[in-house]
């Protein structure tokens, strides 16, 4: 989950380093480093903390002159944030010196041979090994020398390589870790994600796992993992610079909150074609195929695990297909009944999720069809499977995911309806009044939107508690889960999300005067049950907060406070009343004074399992 830069090129380095990494913080922020290649000599410089401390611990870069290096911001796995464990790490003689992103898994036995041939370790890291592998398979040729280490390591990584025996080059290699080479005039980079170049170039290639770059100042060779040389396709990003700014906002996380509407129109407009049915890009399935299924796996972790609970009871309702969702750090350890009848359906913001790359290899060497939610273009996850949906969402850089978790809605809902039709299981004039709410969606979030100063007001209240909970039934419950882990990340409050039917078999003794509970209540039908919890938990001391539709005045009756939401498709009501609750964790943490776009201990792209 780390974030890693490298630079060669006409201009001075550091400096340039040290504002890529500051795009790639939300990937890591425990500690940060840079590596610089002059006059052939290495030199480094770390800190633990937050990449303000090396920003002035080496004058903003001034203090370097070398026009090659490479940089890391990290999140720590192998030992505690530190100086020491800090990236980059050289080898024995100093002559190498490398960033990493990932995890080695068989790095003990390769540091105790090491170690045995007098090797010694100045860190606790994983990586460590990795430099030192490079001074022992030094071939002279650079590339054979990073063949040949790679070979010994098991795992993921990303590596971004100085040596100084090779002054005229930076070095990069990938496996199941993200990793892109991008192209500018002024020379030539190696980066995470594609955040951290846009201010120098959008033209990029995306490394697949295996594959070895070799960058100088002018040009960049690719090759295979066998060592031949291969041609890339060149690619254009068409995010502007600006997409992966504040704009004004005080905080990421508020921008992405704010952009919502335009980010599920951009996921909608482009899939709804002139005869008003869904037109799915990126999708080969036929109604035979679809026929053929007899079940949906919904495999993802964290916010995008919350999109698939809502997805199990839209496809359900919809397509009439069996669904089970898993969290998929755990599927592959269960002996999954999956087989070539089954379609897995992939969810995860970044696209290189560990856990859920983990989860869609297992799939599909079980023979399922596995179709994808991502945001990323070309990445892993998305290359590695049959069938692709982008959510066009647009740069995300806050590590509390708001409008992919959003749009990835949106993509599920539209998934159920053209299955549906597919299989003629919805009539037509149900398909056009959903996909006619489905387009007013951006319009109703945006009225929630402006209500932001009631919702901030009311966070107030929430500064000094220690607990929280949410409960809903059905879909409502799907997004208390969400609704919670919004609060807790950021602020955190400990929260927890509770279907409000179980409250009665044990939860309910957690309640005590003073309490808060949300209460989500805009699942029609089931309104009057969670009436009725709300009663109970009142009858204990708590103090309620009912989110409901427009018009459900009973609410009023038995809460403490009501938001009231605009009326949508029930099935879409997911997408509506989840705003409100992201703007009560944002500003529920603003006034704690946490560190909103960089809470403890996360990062944005979980690229370890």
Not at 549 to 564: K, L, S
Request: proline share 3%; aromatic share 8%; charged share 25%.
């Amino acid at each position: 989950m780390c974030g890693i830069i490298g630079f060669i090129g006409g201009e001075q380095a550091a400096p340039i380093l040290l504002g890529g990494l500051k795009k790639l913080e939300y990937r890591g922020y425990d500690s940060a480093g840079i590596a610089i290649l002059e006059n052939g000599q290495i030199d480094i410089a770390k800190s633990k903390g937050r990449l303000e401390i090396l920003y002035d611990k080496i004058d903003g870069g001034r203090s370097f002159h070398g026009t090659a290096g490479i940089g890391h911001t990290r999140w720590a796995t192998h030992g505690e944030p530190s100086d020491a464990n800090s990236h980059p790490h050289r080898s024995r003689s100093g002559k190498f010196a490398i960033v990493h992103n990932g995890i080695i898994e068989n790095y003990a036995t390769l540091k105790a041979q090491l170690q045995d041939k007098g090797c010694e370790f100045a860190s606790e890291t994983d990586t460590e090994v990795i430099a030192h592998l490079l001074e022992q398979n030094d071939t002279g040729d650079l590339l054979e020398t990073i063949r040949r280490t790679v070979a010994q390591l098991e795992g993921s990584y990303a590596l971004g390589i100085l040596s100084e025996e090779h002054p005229d080059e930076i070095a990069c290699v990938r496996c199941a870790s993200p990793l892109i080479v991008a192209l500018s005039d002024g020379g030539n980079f190696i980066a995470s994600d594609v955040t951290a170049v846009l201010p120098y170039t959008r033209h990029i290639y995306q490394l697949d796992d295996g594959e070895i770059a070799l960058l100088r100042r002018d040009d960049v060779t690719v090759y295979n993992a066998e060592g031949r040389r291969i041609e890339k396709e060149l690619k254009t990003i068409t995010w502007s610079v600006a997409a992966a700014e504040k704009g004004g906002y005080e905080h990421f996380m508020l921008k992405e909150i704010m952009e919502q509407p335009q980010a599920i129109s951009a996921t909608i407009s482009p899939r709804i074609g002139n005869d008003g049915r869904i037109v799915l890009d990126g999708i080969s399935l036929t109604k035979e195929e679809l026929k053929a299924f007899h079940r949906i796996f919904i495999l993802a972790c964290g916010s995008a695990y919350h999109v698939g609970v809502v997805g199990k009871y839209v496809i359900e309702e919809v397509a009439r297909i069996p669904v089970e969702v898993d969290i998929a750090s755990e599927f592959r350890y269960r002996m999954p009944l999956v087989d070539e009848r089954s379609l897995v359906l992939i969810i995860s913001q970044s696209g290189e999720t560990a856990d859920t790359l983990a989860a869609l290899r297992e799939a599909k060497s079980r023979g399922a069809r596995v179709l994808s939610i991502v945001n990323v273009v070309g990445s892993t996850i998305a290359s590695e499977s049959d069938d692709v949906l982008y959510t066009w969402a647009g740069p995300e850089i806050s590590v509390a995911t708001t409008k992919a978790y959003s749009t990835q809605l949106t993509l599920i809902y539209l998934l159920a309806f053209y299955i549906a039709d597919a299989l003629g299981r919805v009539d037509t004039l149900t398909l056009r009044h959903a996909l006619n709410e489905l387009i007013a969606l951006p319009d109703q979030i945006q009225k929630i939107l402006d209500q932001a100063p009631q919702i901030e007001q009311f966070a107030q209240r929430l500064c000094y508690l220690d607990h929280a909970y949410f409960i809903g039934r059905n879909l409502d419950y799907a997004v208390a889960l969400e609704a919670s882990l919004k609060l807790k990340e950021i602020s955190y409050i400990h929260s927890e999300a509770y279907a409000a039917g179980e409250l009665k078999h044990g939860t309910i003794s957690l309640i005590e005067p003073g309490t808060f509970v949300a209460a989500l209540a805009c699942c029609e039908r089931l309104f009057d049950k969670t009436v009725s919890n709300i009663r109970e938990v009142k009858a204990r001391g708590a103090q309620v907060l009912c989110v409901t539709q427009q018009g459900n005045e009973a609410a009023a009756q038995q809460a403490d406070h009501v938001f009231y939401v605009p009326r949508t498709y029930p099935l879409f009501m997911p997408s509506i009343e989840v705003v409100p609750m992201q703007l009560l964790g944002y500003y529920a943490a603003k006034a704690r004074g946490c560190d909103i776009d960089k809470p403890r201990n996360l990062a944005k792209s979980v690229t370890v399992e």
